[in-house]
C-alpha cells in the first residue's frame, strides 16, 4: 500500500515538474474504463491548442471500444464543452454525422491494463482566441465490446479543466 | 540515330494526317433518353472511321471527368457543375486505342452534371477541346496550326417538362441565396440530379408531416399527461423538459416550412447524412440515406429530423447515442441528454413502432 503510494506521488511529481499540465481524472463509476483529458495550462494560439484524451481499460480482461462520439475517432461529432471567461460556450465549427450500424474497424481494442491516447488541435473544430477557456469532456455513451460478446455502456464524466490562450 | 528515326516517323505521320485532309478520322454521335424518374441519359458513341489507329484522351470520354457536353435550355447555355480538375500534361496511359472500324460507347446520366431542372427545349452536343485530345503527334501540330483540336458530335435535343412543382406546398421560403437550383426554397448543391431532387422534395414533405404530427402531439400534452410515445424516446416528463421537446420541434418545424434549407448530394460515403451545426441549413446526404425509406426507424424523413435539430439555430442537439436501443437507455438514465441527443428526436417523430 505504502509503495503504490509513493509511486502515484513520484508520477505525479514528474509530470508537475517536466511540463505544467492540468489533468483531470474521471471518478471510478465503472468497472472497465477509466477517461482523462488534459492540456498543457498556457498555451499560444499560433501553434494549435493541443488536448489530449486518454482512456485506459482498468478491467483485468481485453475490449474493445467503439470510437465513435469518443475523441479516438477525431471531430466527428461535438467532443467538447469549451466556455470563456464570460460563461459563453464556443459553438462546434465542425461536422456531425448520422452513421448505420458499427463495423468492425470502427472498435478499437484495448488490452487490460492499456490505455489508448490521441491528442488534437482544438481549433481544427472551435475559435479560441486570447484568454482563459474552461473545458470539459461531453458526456457522450460509449459502448464497450467485452470478450464474452456481451455490451456495457458508460459515460465518461469528468471534472473539467482551465486553460489560458495566449495571442 | 535514334533521334533521326523518331523524326522520320513523325514526318510520316503528318504525312498520313495530311492525305486525309481536315475530314475527321474520329465521328462522334450523341443519343439522348428521358427516364420516367426525370434523369437525362445521354450515349456517346465515338467511332474510328479512319484506317489507322486512332488515340482519344481518355479524360474526354468521361463525364465525371470533364465538362464534354454543351448545353443549351431555350438556346442559352446550361452551367457545367461537375469537377474540374488541373492536370500535368497527358501520358501514354491517359490514352484510349481505338482501331479502324472500332468506337467506344458510354452513357452518362446529364442532370446530376448541368442544371436541367427548368423547363425548356434542351440541344446536348459533344463538344471538346484541347491540344491533348489527340496522341498523334502529326494530328496535334496540324490542329495548333489551324486551332481546331476539337471533337464535336450532332447535337441531340429533348423537351423537358421541369421539376418546378405542381403548387402547394411553397409556403414563400426564400431561396438559399446565390444558388439558381432551387426549387420552392429547397436548394441543391453536390451534383443532385433530377431524380435526387424529386426525391428530396419528397422526404422533406414526410418530415414536414411527421414534425407536425411531433408538434400537434407536444401541444396536446403536458408533462403531468405524457404518454409511452414520449416516455420512450425522452424518459421521465418535468414541464422545464417537456417545455424543451416542444421548443425543439417547433424550431424542427419552422426550419422546414420556413427557412432555406439546401441538401447535397456529392457525399457518397456510408453515412445518412452529416451537418456542420454552425452552417444552417445545410444538410449532406450519403449513401445510406438513398437507402432508406421514406418513413418509418431511420427513414429518409428522420433522418432530415435528425440532421435540422443538430443546427444551433434549430435545436442545436448533439450525437449522444445511436440506434433505438441506445436511445431507449438513454431516456431512462439521463432524460435531459435524450432531450439533447437527434436519434431521440427522429424516433420520437418517426414513432415507429407505433406509440401513443
Ligand atoms: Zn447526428
Redo the contacts with the bound molecule.
Keep these: 500500500m505504502d509503495e503504490r503510494f509513493k509511486a502515484y506521488w513520484f508520477t505525479g511529481l514528474i509530470v508537475i515538474l517536466s511540463f505544467i499540465t492540468f489533468i483531470a481524472m474521471s471518478t471510478p463509476t465503472h468497472r472497465y474504463l477509466q477517461c482523462e483529458i488534459f492540456a498543457e495550462h498556457h498555451q499560444q494560439n499560433s501553434h494549435g491548442i493541443m488536448l489530449t484524451y486518454k482512456v485506459t481499460n482498468t478491467s483485468a480482461q481485453s475490449l474493445k471500444l467503439l470510437s465513435w462520439y469518443t475523441p479516438l475517432e477525431g471531430f466527428m461529432?461535438n467532443l467538447f464543452e469549451i466556455t470563456d471567461s464570460q460563461g459563453k460556450q464556443l459553438a462546434y465549427q465542425g461536422p456531425?454525422?448520422?452513421r448505420v450500424q458499427p463495423l468492425e474497424e470502427d472498435f478499437i481494442v484495448i488490452e487490460a491494463n492499456n490505455s489508448r491516447s490521441i491528442t488534437l488541435n482544438l481549433l481544427d473544430a472551435y475559435s479560441l482566441t486570447a484568454g482563459h477557456y474552461q473545458i470539459s469532456l461531453r458526456p457522450k455513451v460509449m459502448q464497450i465490446e467485452l470478450a464474452q460478446g456481451s455490451i456495457s455502456k458508460q459515460q465518461c464524466l469528468l471534472p473539467s479543466i482551465n486553460i489560458t490562450v495566449d495571442a | 540515330m535514334k533521334f533521326s528515326s523518331k523524326f522520320l516517323l513523325s514526318i510520316f505521320a503528318t504525312l498520313a494526317f495530311s492525305a486525309n485532309a481536315i475530314k475527321p478520322a474520329l465521328d462522334v454521335n450523341v443519343d439522348v433518353e428521358t427516364l420516367t424518374n426525370g434523369d437525362v441519359n445521354a450515349t456517346l458513341t465515338i467511332t474510328n472511321n479512319h484506317k489507322g489507329q486512332q488515340k482519344v484522351l481518355s479524360w474526354y470520354t468521361d463525364l465525371a471527368e470533364e465538362h464534354i457536353f454543351h448545353i443549351t435550355r431555350d438556346g442559352v447555355e446550361v452551367q457545367y457543375m461537375g469537377p474540374h480538375y488541373k492536370r500535368p500534361a497527358p501520358t501514354e496511359n491517359d490514352y484510349i486505342k481505338l482501331k479502324s472500324g472500332q468506337s467506344l460507347t458510354k452513357t452518362f446520366e446529364l442532370t446530376a452534371n448541368y442544371d436541367m431542372s427548368e423547363a425548356g427545349q434542351y440541344d446536348i452536343t459533344y463538344d471538346v477541346k484541347s491540344l491533348h485530345l489527340y496522341s498523334n503527334p502529326g494530328q496535334l501540330k496540324k490542329a495548333e496550326r489551324l486551332n481546331l483540336a476539337s471533337l464535336t458530335s450532332n447535337t441531340a435535343s429533348v423537351y423537358l417538362e421541369g421539376l418546378l412543382t405542381k403548387g402547394g406546398t411553397n409556403k414563400g421560403k426564400p431561396d438559399g441565396g446565390g444558388s439558381s437550383d432551387c426549387i420552392d426554397g429547397t436548394c441543391f448543391t453536390g451534383r443532385c440530379s433530377n431524380s435526387q431532387q424529386t426525391e428530396i422534395i419528397s422526404a422533406l414533405a414526410a418530415a414536414d408531416s411527421i414534425a407536425n404530427n411531433a408538434v400537434s402531439y407536444l401541444n396536446s400534452h403536458s408533462a403531468s399527461n405524457v404518454t409511452t410515445r414520449y416516455t420512450t424516446w425522452f424518459g421521465n416528463a418535468t414541464s422545464a423538459r417537456f417545455n424543451t421537446a416542444k421548443a425543439n420541434f417547433e424550431a424542427i418545424d419552422d426550419a422546414i416550412d420556413n427557412q432555406p434549407v439546401t441538401f447535397d448530394c456529392s457525399c457518397k460515403k456510408t453515412y445518412f447524412?452529416?451537418?456542420y451545426p454552425s452552417q444552417p441549413y445545410k444538410v449532406y446526404l450519403c449513401r445510406a440515406f438513398w437507402n432508406a425509406n421514406e418513413l418509418g426507424t431511420d427513414s429518409r424523413a428522420g433522418t432530415i429530423i435528425?440532421?435540422l435539430?443538430?443546427f444551433n439555430v434549430v435545436a442545436g442537439?448533439?450525437?449522444v447515442v445511436y440506434g433505438q436501443s441506445g436511445a431507449k437507455s438513454l431516456a431512462i438514465s439521463d432524460p435531459d441528454q435524450a432531450l439533447n441527443n437527434?436519434?431521440s428526436h427522429e424516433y420520437f417523430a418517426e414513432n415507429t413502432p407505433n406509440l401513443n
Design positions: 461529432s456531425m454525422f448520422k | 447524412a452529416y451537418v435528425h440532421e435539430s443538430h442537439t448533439d450525437d437527434a436519434d
